[in-house]
């Protein structure tokens, strides 16, 4: 995938508006159940269909049901993949696409917040990826994964997706764009603020403003 290919991929105006239902359900399930989906853009991309449903390209009910289906389902084979091979990724080194720290910060949040992380995850990027999956290595008793999984799904994909819906039936046609611009910007800062939590992250920075700086 090239840069401009993962440009659009990111770009969750450009997803909505080429991919549809299809793009959109597969993307929320890739983040909450696979574990290389955690740089997706789910956040955004709920809150933008959203604002699209109410401008009359999208069925709100229609993507109501496909949002909560693929973030239930996709935490329920997140919470599986943990209880199989889980313990697995504690010994695994790091690489490209995975880093034992994600993993340790949802085990962290897990401890913090028992079994209600599996709905407070939902609102933080990168956590929301890996909690169900610490939660089956902490072999969580899925009845109860279930029953917070559910809610969460409810809160976050239908509740961002409604949020983006009534927004939408309030903007005049000529400030479309540039409220979904903002509505993407505000949805990224969570991601950026955990991103620049992180040691290595704010080092890395560091280094690009000094290699900036001599040229």
């Known amino acids: 995938m090239d840069l401009s290919s993962l440009k659009h ?9 080429n991919f549809g239902y299809p793009g959109i359900t597969a993307i929320i399930f890739a983040e909450t159940g696979l574990m290389l989906g955690f740089f ?11 604002i699209f ?12 049901l496909l949002l909560f289906s693929a973030a239930t389902i996709g935490n329920i084979v997140g919470y599986f993949f943990g209880r199989k091979v889980g ?3 504690l010994h695994r080194e ?34 929301r990826t890996f909690a ?19 809610i969460g799904s409810l809160l976050w994909a239908v509740g961002l997706c409604l949020a983006g819906f009534t927004l939408g039936r309030f903007i005049p046609d000529k400030y479309f764009e540039p409220i979904i611009f ?8 969570p991601a950026l603020y955990h991103a620049l939590k992180s040691e290595d992250t704010r080092r890395s920075i ?3 403003l000094r290699r900036q700086a001599k040229n």
């Open 9 to 17: 991929f990111l770009d969750v105006h450009f997803l909505v508006q």
């Open 40 to 50: 997706l853009p789910g956040d955004s991309l709920i809150l933008t269909a959203g």
């Open 53 to 64: 449903a109410a401008k009359g390209d999208l069925n709100i009910v229609i993507l109501c």
């Open 87 to 89: 313990k697995r990724l």
């Open 94 to 127: 790091d690489s490209r696409f995975f880093k034992k720290k994600y993993i340790e910060s949802a085990q962290v949040f897990y401890k913090k917040y028992g079994g209600k992380a599996i709905i407070i995850a939902r609102f933080m990027p990168i956590i």
């Open 132 to 150: 169900p999956i610490v939660a089956g290595i902490a072999d969580m008793e899925f009845r109860t994964f279930l029953l917070f999984n559910i």
């Open 182 to 189: 903002i509505v993407i910007i505000i949805s990224l800062i």
């Open 206 to 208: 560091k280094n690009l």
